[in-house]
């Protein structure tokens, strides 16, 4: 299995089985038309991909089918070729059954008995005595003596003096006859006996030929003249803008306006790309031929040339035309002057990519960091005609900024550079005691150890329920830890929530922290609360909140780039949720409050979160006041707000 997991690109499942089993391939048939009198013959594929070897008996349900071997022994794993043979008698629609005995597997056949034709046409034609450089011609009768339609397929000559200007006919109906215009150019004195082809699909005779015969006598030679026209009267080959793989074509017009038999003996072009059809012919005096001219385009093919025309015009025996066409060209525009990662969502720090595609064909962006900073989760992007593609890139590596270098197919940028820089932001490295211990002495001192030094100034950080002592006064930072000596109650399960922090050197905290540890109470019942914030119609970009009753903070999660949000570990209990928009101290407050109980809530289950017993309006979060200074926020509808003993009262 292939992924575009950027943590596991290919996994091995173990797999076991008795496999397939037995089957058909194709599961059915359909012969179409078959004329009576003449059989078609297919053939069917029986497979055994069992474990084991199967002996097999094959039966049809009815006739006009038969069989070519009705037992087959079959090794695991192996294929036959089951021979059928269609042969209907009498018009109509026919199906049958082509059964296995003894398993419950039948392919569907299908055909159709149809009259036959019967072509009938002269054994010899004689087309006479034509002077060299001039034409005879003569009618060629093709009738159907049949009770079903004639279909000519093919006509040719043995030799370039004689052919047709016609083309050949669709269909002949049953008692129909169509006629075909023969013509006799010689090139030298003397007589000559060549044969003239016909396939069609008459059962009894499918190749048909007609022995002509004609003489060539000296005259008065007449030259031909040879004009040539591309159509709409353009000077050259234009085949306009395309991209690699395709294909166009043009229409050129030869005219023989001279006195005398007008020999193309070749039309061809130097590339590969471009090719004629017909590469020789011969045009009549007074008649015109076309030829279609087709490019196919390679990937490094040239994208201008020149298409000869040689032919026996004394006056113009060589006769060049131009061609070329416009490669049509991807052109990329990256969205964004840089890239840039900001705090980890989930433990990943991620920024957004995107290219928009303003060219001709599909943009084609290989997705690789030859400096091993970042991960995609794609290696290609592959962009079409006006659309813009996206893709999430990870920052994987120590370096803080760089610059990414990305091959594609726009021949103005076959390089796109785009710089890049992961934000230097305040990790925490550990906390004692950790996450989820039990048996927390009642007197003991917290340490969240970060990657930088922690400076006290801008802390927000909340410990709930709130410790015995004034334990804000008594924070101290040590080298990269934060020490908060408290003093806690027995019995009792605290959580501490960090929702902003700066280094000393002003560098943000990564996102918010939460720790829950006990004094040896009983494990509460724990659930989730999860869902997302959007605003305008996008989602917002900062931080989820989750109050308590008594408005204490109790839990933070950062909002990811879509505005969602996972608050776990959350004990029963009523909630009221808060977001923060990034870079704005204003905070918006969900609708309604959320109920937490055993089984587990969703915010955005309205099942399972609904409101509490009615109480007094709270204020939108955070409340009234902190140690780092009070703050009190106007709630909605308006109404009278004021700070209080560290809380927010309405």
């Keep these: 299995m292939l992924a575009n997991d950027p943590q596991?690109?290919?996994?091995?499942?173990?797999?076991?089985?008795?496999?397939?089993?037995?089957?058909?391939?194709?599961?059915?048939?359909?012969?179409?038309?078959?004329?009576?009198?003449?059989?078609?013959?297919?053939?069917?594929?029986?497979?055994?991909?069992?474990?084991?070897?199967?002996?097999?008996?094959?039966?049809?349900?009815?006739?006009?089918?038969?069989?070519?071997?009705?037992?087959?022994?079959l090794e695991p794993g192996a294929r036959a070729r089951v021979a059928l043979r269609f042969a209907p008698d009498e018009d109509g629609d026919f199906v049958a059954?082509?059964?296995?005995?003894?398993?419950?597997?039948?392919?569907?056949?299908?055909?159709?008995?149809?009259?036959?034709?019967?072509?009938?046409?002269?054994?010899?034609?004689?087309?006479?005595?034509?002077?060299?450089?001039?034409?005879?011609?003569?009618?060629?009768?093709?009738?159907?003596?049949?009770?079903?339609?004639?279909?000519?397929?093919?006509?040719?000559?043995?030799?370039?003096?004689?052919?047709?200007?016609?083309?050949?006919?669709?269909?002949?109906?049953?008692?129909?006859?169509?006629?075909?215009?023969?013509?006799?150019?010689?090139?030298?004195?003397?007589?000559?006996?060549?044969?003239?082809?016909?396939?069609?699909?008459?059962?009894?005779?499918?190749?048909?030929?007609?022995?002509?015969?004609?003489q060539g006598r000296v005259g008065n030679w007449k030259p031909?003249?040879?004009?040539?026209?591309?159509e709409g009267g353009a000077e050259a080959f234009s085949f306009g803008t395309l991209a690699a793989g395709a294909r166009a074509e043009r229409i050129l017009t030869l005219y023989n306006y001279g006195a005398g038999v007008l020999r193309v003996k070749r039309i061809s072009a130097a590339d590969a790309q471009v090719r004629a059809e017909p590469e020789s012919l011969v045009v009549a005096p007074g008649e015109h031929r076309q030829v279609r001219v087709s490019i196919a385009v390679a990937p490094a093919g040239a994208t201008a040339g020149i298409l000869e025309l040689a032919s026996d015009d004394p006056e113009h025996?060589?006769?060049?035309?131009?061609?070329?066409?416009?490669?049509?060209?991807?052109?990329?525009?990256?969205?964004?002057?840089?890239?840039?990662?900001?705090?980890?969502?989930?433990?990943?720090?991620?920024?957004?990519?995107?290219?928009a595609n303003q060219g001709e064909t599909q943009l084609m962006v290989d997705l690789a960091d030859t400096e091993g900073q970042l991960r995609f989760a794609a290696d290609r992007l592959l962009v079409a005609l006006g659309q813009v593609a996206r893709v999430q890139v990870e920052h994987r590596g120590p370096e803080p900024r760089g610059v990414l270098r990305l091959p594609s197919n726009d021949p103005g940028q076959p390089e796109l550079e785009l710089p890049w820089e992961a934000a230097d932001l305040l990790e925490l490295v550990s906390a004692l005691p950790a996450a989820g211990s039990t048996a927390v002495p009642r007197q003991t001192t917290l340490n969240l150890r970060f990657d930088q030094a922690p400076s006290l100034?801008?802390?927000?950080?909340?410990?709930?329920?709130?410790?015995?002592?004034?334990?804000?006064?008594?924070?101290?930072?040590?080298?990269?830890?934060?020490?908060?000596?408290?003093?806690?109650?027995?019995?009792?399960?605290?959580?501490?929530?960090?929702?902003?922090?700066?280094?000393?050197?002003?560098?943000?905290?990564?996102?918010?922290?939460?720790?829950?540890?006990?004094?040896?109470?009983?494990?509460?019942?724990?659930?989730?609360?999860?869902?997302?914030?959007?605003r305008a119609?996008?989602?917002?970009?900062?931080?989820?909140?989750?109050?308590?009753?008594?408005?204490?903070?109790?839990?933070?999660?950062?909002?990811?780039?879509n505005g969602g949000f996972v608050l776990?570990?959350?004990?029963?209990?009523?909630?009221?949720?808060?977001?923060?928009?990034?870079?704005?101290?204003?905070?918006?407050?969900?609708?309604?409050?959320?109920?937490?109980?055993?089984?587990?809530?969703?915010?955005?289950?309205?099942?399972?979160?609904r409101p509490p017993t009615p109480a007094a309006t709270p204020c939108p979060w955070p409340p009234a006041s902190s140690w780092t200074g009070p703050r009190c926020y106007r709630p909605t509808p308006p109404s009278s707000c004021r700070c209080a003993r560290g809380r927010c009262t309405t």
Excluded at 34 to 56: F, H, I, K, Y
Excluded at 100 to 116: F, I, M, N, R, Y
Excluded at 224 to 230: D, S, W
């Design 8 to 73: 596991v690109s290919t996994l091995n499942i173990p797999a076991s089985g008795t496999g397939a089993g037995l089957f058909f391939v194709p599961a059915s048939l359909d012969l179409g038309k078959v004329a009576l009198g003449s059989p078609a013959d297919t053939a069917l594929a029986l497979v055994n991909q069992t474990r084991v070897p199967l002996e097999v008996d094959l039966r049809l349900s009815r006739g006009f089918f038969s069989l070519g071997m009705q037992h087959l022994r």
């Design 97 to 214: 059954r082509l059964r296995v005995v003894g398993q419950d597997l039948e392919a569907a056949l299908a055909g159709t008995g149809s009259p036959a034709p019967d072509l009938l046409s002269p054994p010899a034609l004689d087309l006479g005595e034509v002077e060299l450089g001039q034409v005879g011609r003569r009618a060629l009768v093709l009738r159907n003596q049949g009770r079903g339609p004639l279909h000519p397929l093919a006509l040719g000559s043995s030799r370039l003096e004689f052919g047709t200007a016609d083309y050949l006919p669709v269909l002949i109906p049953p008692g129909g006859e169509r006629i075909l215009q023969l013509w006799f150019a010689p090139r030298t004195r003397g007589p000559l006996r060549p044969l003239l082809q016909l396939r069609s699909d008459d059962p009894d005779q499918p190749d048909w030929a007609v022995a002509l015969s004609g």
């Design 224 to 230: 031909p003249r040879l004009k040539t026209r591309l």
């Design 317 to 355: 025996p060589l006769q060049r035309w131009a061609w070329h066409y416009r490669q049509a060209a991807a052109r990329a525009q990256l969205l964004s002057p840089s890239l840039v990662f900001g705090p980890a969502e989930a433990g990943r720090r991620l920024a957004l990519l995107a290219v």
């Design 457 to 534: 100034e801008g802390l927000d950080l909340t410990l709930t329920p709130a410790p015995l002592n004034t334990w804000r006064r008594s924070l101290l930072v040590q080298g990269n830890e934060l020490q908060l000596p408290v003093e806690l109650v027995a019995d009792q399960t605290y959580k501490l929530v960090l929702l902003a922090a700066r280094s000393l050197a002003g560098t943000p905290l990564a996102g918010p922290v939460e720790l829950s540890f006990s004094t040896g109470a009983q494990p509460q019942s724990l659930g989730q609360i999860s869902g997302r914030v959007v």
């Design 537 to 561: 119609g996008r989602g917002l970009t900062g931080t989820a909140l989750l109050a308590g009753s008594t408005q204490e903070l109790v839990g933070a999660a950062r909002l990811d780039s």
């Design 568 to 609: 776990s570990q959350v004990p029963a209990g009523t909630y009221q949720l808060f977001a923060r928009e990034e870079g704005s101290q204003a905070s918006l407050s969900m609708a309604n409050p959320c109920r937490c109980g055993p089984a587990s809530s969703s915010a955005a289950s309205p099942s399972k979160c």
